[in-house]
C-alpha cells in the first residue's frame, strides 16, 4: 500500500477516535446534568421544630470560592479574622461536585449531592436552573412564620421558588460592581424584620476565573473588597442580639478554577458569631452541618433530608435543649431513612439507636450501608 494510503488511513481513524471521544463525553455530561435523587419525587416530610428562636435573626454571609488559606491571611482579609477572633470557627469539608449549584443545595439543605436533588453541574443558563425538591432552611422558616430575604447571584432566584422566600435581589453579575449591589439591595434588610437573610458575594470566585487565579494579586484584591462588604454588613448589625454565620461554597485551584476532587477545592472556612454562639476553635465540620445549624438558632424543622448533625457545641445551650435537639434530629433522621430505603427499592430495617449514640452518625452509617448493597 502507498504511503499516503497509510496517512489517510491514519487520519480518518484520529477522526473515528476523536468522534468517539466527543460522543461519549457529551454523552456522560448529558448524564451528569439528568442526575436526578433518588427521593426526588418522594422527598421526606418535615419534622416538628428543633427548639425555640435563639436569636433576632441570622445573616449568612457566603462568599463564593473563598478559599480556606485566602481567608486566614489577616492583611487581606483583617475584619473576617476580627469575627474570627470573637466567634466560633472551624475548618469546613465538602464533596465533589466542587460546583457552586451542589454546594449551596448541599449548605440550604443539609444534604450531600447525591440526594438533595440539586443539579450536578452549574446550570449553563438562567433557563435551566433546578428548582429544589427538598426541604430547605427557607422553607422551613416559611413554615415556622419567618421572614426571608435573599441578595445573591441570579441561580437563587430558581432555586428557591417554591421556598417562600419574601424579598430578593439577583443579579446575573458575578464582579465588585454586582458585589455592590448585591450588598445595597440587602443593608436595608438588615434593620428590618427578617430573621434569615442570606447575601452571596462573587468577586473572588470571578477572580478566580477571570482574572489568573489565587495565586494572581488580583485574586487577594478581591478578597479585601469582600471583606470590606462584610465589615459594612455587620455593621449593622447587632451581635449581641443577631447572629453572622460567613463561609464559602468550594475552594478554587491555583491556576483557577474548581468542579473537581482537588483537595483545596473542598475545604472551606467557617466562621460563626453573636448571639447564642460560644465563641472558640473546634474540630473540623462537614457542609451538612450548616444547615441544621441555622434550624436550630432559628427555632424551625431541620430541613428534612438533612444529613448533618448541627453544631451545638458552638452555641450556648442547656442540657434540656441539647437533649430536645438530639431527640429532634434522631426523628428527622428515621423519617429521612423511611424514605429512602423504598426510593432505592431496599427492604425496611431496623435500627436502634441507644442514648449514649448519635443518631446522625447512627443512621448516616445504615444508610451508606444500604447504598452500597445495593450497587
Not at 158 to 170: E, I, R, W
Request: aromatic share 8%.
Amino acid at each position: 500500500m502507498k504511503p499516503y494510503l497509510w496517512l489517510i488511513l491514519g487520519i480518518l481513524a484520529c477522526l473515528a477516535i476523536a468522534a468517539g471521544a466527543y460522543l461519549w463525553t457529551t454523552g456522560l455530561m448529558d448524564s451528569l446534568f439528568a442526575y436526578r435523587s433518588p427521593l426526588h419525587n418522594n422527598p421526606p416530610t418535615p419534622g416538628e421544630a428543633a427548639g425555640q428562636l435563639m436569636t433576632r435573626k441570622v445573616v449568612f454571609v457566603l462568599i463564593d470560592a473563598l478559599r480556606e488559606d485566602t481567608s486566614r491571611k489577616t492583611d487581606v482579609m483583617p475584619f473576617l479574622n476580627e469575627l474570627r477572633a470573637q466567634g466560633a470557627w472551624a475548618t469546613m469539608h465538602s464533596r465533589t461536585p466542587s460546583f457552586s449549584d451542589p454546594a449551596w443545595t448541599t449548605l440550604l439543605s443539609g444534604a450531600w449531592p447525591d440526594i438533595n436533588d440539586g443539579q450536578p453541574l452549574n446550570p449553563p443558563d438562567l433557563s435551566h436552573v433546578r428548582t429544589f425538591t427538598q426541604d430547605d432552611i427557607f422553607a422551613a422558616a416559611d413554615r415556622t412564620g419567618l421572614r426571608t430575604a435573599v441578595s445573591g447571584y441570579a441561580w437563587f432566584e430558581g432555586m428557591l421558588v417554591n421556598s417562600g422566600v419574601d424579598a430578593g435581589f439577583y443579579t446575573p453579575g458575578e464582579d465588585n460592581a454586582a458585589d455592590r449591589q448585591v450588598v445595597d439591595a440587602a443593608l436595608p434588610w438588615l434593620t428590618e424584620d427578617y430573621q434569615l437573610i442570606l447575601i452571596h458575594i462573587d468577586q473572588v470566585d470571578y477572580a478566580g476565573h477571570h482574572e489568573g487565579g489565587p495565586l494572581d494579586p488580583r485574586w487577594d484584591a478581591a478578597a479585601t473588597r469582600s471583606d470590606e462588604l462584610l465589615r459594612e454588613i455587620v455593621t449593622h448589625l447587632d451581635l449581641g442580639q443577631d447572629t453572622v454565620i460567613i463561609l464559602s461554597d468550594h475552594g478554587q485551584i491555583d491556576r483557577g478554577g474548581h468542579g473537581g476532587q482537588d483537595a483545596v477545592t473542598l475545604v472551606e472556612p467557617f466562621v460563626m458569631v453573636g448571639a447564642g454562639v460560644k465563641p472558640g476553635s473546634y474540630p473540623d465540620i462537614q457542609m451538612v452541618d450548616v444547615a441544621p445549624t441555622v434550624a436550630v438558632l432559628l427555632g424551625t424543622n431541620l430541613p428534612a433530608t438533612n444529613q448533618g448533625r448541627g453544631l451545638t457545641e458552638m452555641l450556648t445551650l442547656s442540657e434540656a435543649q441539647r437533649q430536645s435537639i438530639r431527640q429532634a434530629l434522631a426523628v428527622q433522621q428515621a423519617l429521612l431513612l423511611d424514605a429512602y430505603l423504598p426510593a432505592i427499592a431496599a427492604p425496611p430495617i431496623d435500627l436502634i439507636v441507644t442514648p449514649d449514640e448519635d443518631p446522625v452518625a447512627a443512621y448516616q452509617a445504615a444508610m451508606q450501608k444500604v447504598k452500597m448493597a445495593r450497587l
